[in-house]
């Protein structure tokens, strides 16, 4: 089990959404990426470069049919960070939920 903890740096929407869409595959390629998360090509690339700047991510740059195709795929560090940072969430909302803790005892 991952040990919880919070990642200010794969918190923010579009990475979270990122890291969590390359945590379910090994490889994803880059128009996917782009048209699952729904951003221009530099925004993706921005984050990617982000990701990989921290070793969060790795990409690998082919060709294919004549055209340079894009994939990235997370590091083993990376799958550490989200799944820490999952671990980090569950454990906020558990504890904001604690079915022991009586309505009148909240702040």
């Known amino acids: 089990m991952t040990a919880p903890r919070f990642d200010e740096l794969i918190h923010p929407s579009t990475r979270l959404t990122l890291v969590a869409t390359l945590a379910a595959a090994d490889w994803a390629e880059f ?11 530099s925004a993706l690339s ?3 470069a982000t990701l990989e700047e921290a070793g969060y991510v790795t990409t690998e740059r082919r060709l294919s049919s ?12 990376g799958r550490n960070a989200f799944d820490g940072h999952v671990a980090a969430l569950q454990a ?16």
């Not at 128009?31 to 090509?41: P, T």
């Not at 904001?96 to 009586?102: D, K, L, M, R, Y």
């Open 46 to 48: 921005k984050q990617l």
């Open 92 to 107: 906020i909302v558990t504890g904001a939920t604690n079915p022991t803790e009586s309505p009148a005892t909240r702040s």
């Open 66 to 77: 004549g055209r340079r195709k894009v994939r990235a795929r997370l590091t083993g560090a």
């Open 31 to 41: 128009a996917y990426l782009k048209d699952r998360l729904g951003l221009s090509e």
